[in-house]
């Protein structure tokens, strides 16, 4: 795993939903985008789904029936793909099924979920689950929902109506299916966490004249011995006292405390060719034991290509484990169930270097064939997977740099026009106010991202003074880069004590390199004209034209650019109510 690493934003200190507190205090040290391209990122949690349907249709003549309920998974791309049965429940209107379904739950994406009960005819009963041919059963009925409606619901279940779906011959169409009971339990592996605190003795670096600034990389092994990064440490800066600051690792991610770790020790450099010095191969149990013994481990460098560790070249350092504790964590998905809610806010670019709105080579055309252009694009691809998470579903919606008719240029205005409220009803809402703002606003300029940052953080301030259980999100649309740099930053760091995260998208051709400099994964944290430091990350930026799907390695899962921004959004979420000591009952 030497020199594998390219450049890219800073890492975190555990890659999942259930690290107490990750340290993203670190500099930029390229491992994040090697950690993200290898499907570690965002919400790591697995969901047992278990169901119960009332008042099935009666398919038999001479019995009741004999329910099936088959699960299925629908795809970005439309495509539907079956990943689970229950067992066979004999003579039964209203089943229970002892077969549970688990999956892991990904905050980035909107996961469909289709679920078909079939009678299954007596001949067939002696026949294995997995072989029965769906085709020759009799079809009851079908639902989808998304697995976020599940999550979120306070008692996590969700009563769904069977509907006849496409498979139900037109005689049944008009009779009632019934009813399918989904609830959700959170496996208590995704929330169980071990804090460690690692130390190394007698550091050796291969390079006499450059100094060492060492940094962990922990992977478990996966069943073709490939290792798979699961967390990592921040980068320690020319400190002689190698002693990093807490990891935490999630059991649900390691597999068992039996399961092998390799913890890599990796020299930062800033081109992001990190040197190998050495690793180490243990598991949580082994880990536990040095813990125990006050013992070293001494880290070897494999003198072989791949994973063979028989040829190796011992080391003197020594890893030692200062601190190894076990704990049941609150999860994302706790708050969730006390009520706490995701609350979307967009805030669109306005100002003329967009282009005449009217003309095709404008970023505000509308194509009369439908295609959203980049800003609807973005709008969809954010609002899609957050509107879940917001009960009322009505998003605050401003736009910037622009002149609404007969008044002056305005920095934050209200989408829909009005001047008493900003809100609009669901995404459709948002569509439909931006298509009318382009038709009575003129676009205008400079771009500033101050007014509307400010806008944001009152209704989080106002949220907080009144204790309600909610955490905002505000995306930012824009073609160019911001003009009110620092007052943007004081904003920034005024907000970062509000429970506020803030995603900027950038869309066209313009270079955005300044732009980053908001996003604290690429450096130090903001620090405002008065001196004062962010007390957190709460920006994340992408430009839209590096938005494009990806497959994962290993997980056989498709992400977006847009959508691994949206996998942060937990970390920053359980961070601010962890470091707030705000905790569901």
Not at 120 to 129: A, I, K, Q, S
Not at 232 to 246: F, G, M, T, Y
Not at 481 to 502: F, M, N, R, Y
Request: proline share 4%; charged share 20%; aromatic share 8%.
């Amino acid at each position: 795993m030497g020199n594998c690493c390219s450049d890219g934003g800073s890492g975190r200190a555990a890659i999942g939903a259930t690290a107490a507190y990750p340290t993203i205090d670190g500099p930029n040290d390229a491992v994040q985008l090697f950690l993200s391209a290898r499907g570690c990122h965002g919400l790591f949690s697995q969901i047992e789904l278990s169901f119960s349907a009332l008042g099935l249709r009666d398919r038999d003549l001479c019995s009741k029936s004999d329910p099936l309920l088959v699960i299925y998974v629908r795809g970005r791309d439309g495509a539907v793909q079956e990943v689970g049965r229950t067992e066979v429940v004999l003579n039964s209107f209203n089943p229970t099924w002892i077969t549970k379904h688990t999956m892991a739950f990904q905050f980035e994406v909107v996961q469909t979920l289709i679920f078909r009960v079939y009678d299954v005819d007596t001949p067939f009963h002696n026949v294995e689950v997995k072989m029965l041919k769906l085709d020759e059963q009799q079809f009851l009925g079908e639902a989808t929902c998304a697995l976020s409606q599940i999550v979120t619901k306070s008692s996590r279940s969700l009563t769904l109506d069977l509907v006849p779906g496409t498979e139900a011959a037109d005689s049944v169409c008009s009779q009632s299916c019934g009813k399918l009971i989904v609830h959700a339990e959170e496996c208590i592996g995704s929330k169980t966490t071990t804090e460690i605190i690692f130390r190394c003795s007698d550091f050796e670096h291969k390079t006499l004249f450059s100094r060492s600034d060492p940094f962990l990389v922990i992977s478990k092994i996966v069943e073709n011995g490939i290792p798979i990064p699961i967390c990592k440490s921040e980068v320690i800066k020319n400190d002689p006292r190698l002693a990093w600051k807490s990891v935490f690792l999630n059991i649900q991610q390691v597999g068992s405390k039996d399961s092998p770790l390799v913890i890599e020790c990796f020299n930062f450099n800033s081109n992001g060719k990190h040197d190998l010095v050495g690793k180490v191969q243990k598991s949580l149990v082994d880990l536990e034991r040095l813990h125990s013994s006050g013992q070293g481990e001494n880290l070897f460098y494999p003198t072989s290509s791949g994973n063979n560790y028989q040829n190796k070249q011992i080391l003197k350092s020594q890893l030692f484990v200062d601190t190894f504790n076990e704990s049941i964590q609150c999860s994302f998905l706790d708050y969730l169930a006390e009520g706490f809610e995701l609350n979307f806010m967009v805030a669109i670019d306005f100002t003329a270097s967009n282009g005449n709105p009217r003309l095709p080579d404008s970023l505000h055309y509308i194509d009369p064939s439908g295609h959203p252009n980049a800003y609807q694009r973005a709008v969809l691809e954010v609002g899609e997977v957050l509107q879940f998470y917001d009960t009322d579903r009505r998003f605050p919606a401003w736009g910037f740099g622009a002149r609404p008719i007969d008044g002056p240029v305005s920095h934050c205005f209200n989408l829909n026009g009005s001047s008493n409220y900003c809100e609009v009803e669901g995404i459709q809402g948002i569509m439909m106010a931006y298509m009318s703002a382009l038709l009575n606003v003129s676009l205008a300029g400079p771009t500033l991202f101050g007014p509307v940052i400010t806008n944001a953080a009152l209704l989080a301030s106002q949220s907080l003074a009144n204790s309600w259980h909610k955490y905002f999100v505000l995306l930012i649309i824009t073609d160019g880069v911001v003009t009110d740099l620092q007052e943007t930053k004081d904003a920034l760091v005024k907000a970062s004590d509000l429970p506020l995260s803030i995603l900027i998208v950038g869309v066209g051709g313009a270079d955005f390199k300044e732009m980053e400099i908001l996003d604290a994964d690429k450096g130090d944290r903001l620090e405002s004209s008065n001196g004062r430091v962010a007390s957190r990350d709460i920006v994340q930026f992408v430009p839209l034209r590096d938005v494009q799907i990806t497959t994962l390695p290993f997980v056989g899962g498709e992400i977006s650019a847009i959508q691994s921004l949206l996998a942060e959004l937990p970390t920053q979420f359980l961070t601010f109510m962890r470091t707030r000591d705000i905790r569901p009952s």
